[in-house]
């Protein structure tokens, strides 16, 4: 197979209110990391640790920044066209 998956790296929880979400996971005892904001992308995301891996909780802080990610969402979607509200459902 040309594209096989060795492993997954981490699971990702889309969250519509990441500090809800953050704060929900800290009440049930686990460590969250501080939040990180990917600017271009227009989300954040935290972290919740675990042992030897983490789930990563993420969620839009800039809906605004949504248009600049349309080339990237047509990457991932095999260069099939999409409008970025398309987009913002797909990722």
């Known amino acids: 197979m040309a594209h096989s998956i060795d492993g997954i ?11 809800a979400a953050r704060e929900r ?3 049930l005892g686990f460590t969250t990391t501080p ?11 935290f972290a919740v640790m675990l042992r030897h ?19 990237i969402a047509r990457w991932h979607s095999d ?7 398309e987009a913002s459902r797909r990722y």
Do not use: Q
């Open 9 to 19: 790296d981490h699971p990702v929880v889309a969250v519509r209110d990441l500090a």
């Open 25 to 27: 996971a800290r009440k």
């Open 35 to 45: 939040r990180r904001r990917f600017a271009s992308w227009g989300n954040a995301n």
């Open 53 to 71: 891996t983490y789930i990563e909780l993420l969620g839009i802080v800039d809906p605004n920044a949504l248009p600049r990610c349309r080339d």
């Open 79 to 85: 260069e099939r066209p999409m409008s970025d509200l």
